[in-house]
């Protein structure tokens, strides 16, 4: 089992920026890729980014490439979700996750993660 938590999550105004954090423990010696999602109230939980174990790899969704940046510490069990030119389009629950499938670049589908955190709320202000 591994165990996800989020942090860093709250009220900024549109423009402004926040840094995700999610801290993963227990079977942390097993190589996971990672990755972010969200969902916004009525609607489906979204990829927005991924990093590969050895962090040689990222992938974005559309919405956020060029604003967010997805990094990740592995002597910390971290990854990192830096969100700049943040927008109201980008309020949401704000969820990371583990896939055993370590190394492989395009994974946005939700299904194929293992682990999930219990998430973080974003709200971003007109």
């Known amino acids: 089992q591994v165990q996800l938590v989020e942090s860093g999550g709250g009220l900024v105004q549109a423009g402004g920026s926040l840094r995700l954090s999610c801290a993963a423990s227990g079977r942390t010696y097993r190589r996971y890729a990672m990755a972010w999602f969200r969902q916004a109230p009525g609607k489906d939980r979204e990829f927005v980014a991924r990093i590969t174990w050895s962090a040689d790899s990222t992938y974005y969704a559309d919405s956020v490439k060029g604003r967010f940046t997805i990094s990740r510490d592995n002597a910390k069990n971290t990854v990192y979700l830096q969100m700049n030119s943040l927008t109201p389009e980008d309020t949401a629950v704000y969820y990371c996750?583990?896939?055993?499938?370590?190394?492989?670049?395009?994974?946005?589908?939700?299904?194929?993660?293992?682990?999930w955190g219990q998430g973080t709320q974003v709200t971003v202000s007109s």
């Open positions: 996750a583990a896939d055993g499938d370590a190394n492989t670049r395009t994974v946005v589908a939700a299904t194929r993660y293992e682990y």
